[in-house]
Every structure is written in structure tokens, then in C-alpha cells.
């Protein structure tokens, strides 16, 4: 029983390649799977990235390793602060869209921060805070 976190900054290791920031958690709590994380790295298309640091790619790919690196120890919840606050538009959706389907395949819970009424409403069940209060 893990949780997984995505940050809306990423806050991948600099001085780790994409393999070993996807792989870090998981080693932390003892669980690496290399098929589970190679599994990870070729759904959300960073198979050519893995031998490259953080200051090599852009912000979707980042933002696609921090997923990963969320998911590779299997998760029962994921805490997403703002997961594409850092991207535009179009990356947004695209990085939004492969994440959802990998958590809808963990079936893993997922409570996500957003300030996008539009990825807000990709969600089955939301909450609206307003002022301060749920609204």
C-alpha cells in the first residue's frame, strides 16, 4: 500500500537519467519490477528518452517522467498537485490522456489539484473548493 505524487514542478533528480528517476521510488520501498518500469517507459513514449537527464527534455516529457516515477511502485493512491500546470494546451491533454489511462489501468484512486475546469471535467467525481470551502 503506496501513495504516488506528482508535482506540478516535476522534481526530477538532476544528476539521475530518465531509467533511474522512473525507478527511484520504487527502490526506495523495495519493489522494482524492470517490466513494470519498462512497461511505463513505452506507454507514455519514453523508451528513446531513458538515457537522458531532466535538463534534456521538455516539459511533457518531464512531466511523463514524474508520472512514471509516480506509477512504477503500483500505487494504491496517486496525489497529483497541478500534474500539467507547467505545460501548454495541447501537450496538457495529450500528457492528461495517457495519464488517466494508466491509472484507470492500475485502478488506482486518484485525487487530483486542478485549476482546469476542462481536465476537471475529464474526472469521474469532482469536488469545488471556493473560498476556502467545498462548494
Given at each position: ?79 497529483a498537485d497541478e500534474p500539467t500546470g507547467n505545460l501548454d494546451e495541447a501537450t496538457a ?38 473560498q476556502g470551502r467545498l462548494a
Amino acid at each position: 500500500s503506496t501513495v504516488g505524487i506528482i508535482f506540478q514542478q516535476f522534481n526530477l533528480i538532476p544528476s539521475l537519467d530518465v531509467a533511474a528517476n522512473i525507478a527511484f521510488q520504487a527502490r526506495l520501498i523495495g519493489t522494482p519490477e524492470p517490466q513494470e518500469l519498462s512497461r511505463l517507459a513505452h506507454a507514455l513514449g519514453l523508451e528513446p528518452q531513458l538515457r537522458k537527464y531532466p535538463e534534456q527534455l521538455s516539459g511533457g516529457q518531464q512531466q511523463r517522467v514524474a508520472i512514471a516515477r509516480a506509477l512504477a511502485a503500483r500505487p494504491k493512491l496517486i496525489l497529483a498537485d497541478e500534474p500539467t500546470g507547467n505545460l501548454d494546451e495541447a501537450t496538457a491533454d495529450g500528457v492528461m490522456e495517457q495519464f488517466l489511462a494508466l491509472v484507470a489501468e492500475t485502478g488506482a484512486a486518484l485525487l487530483m489539484v486542478t485549476h482546469s475546469p476542462r481536465l476537471a471535467a475529464r474526472l469521474g467525481r469532482r469536488a469545488h473548493l471556493s473560498q476556502g470551502r467545498l462548494a
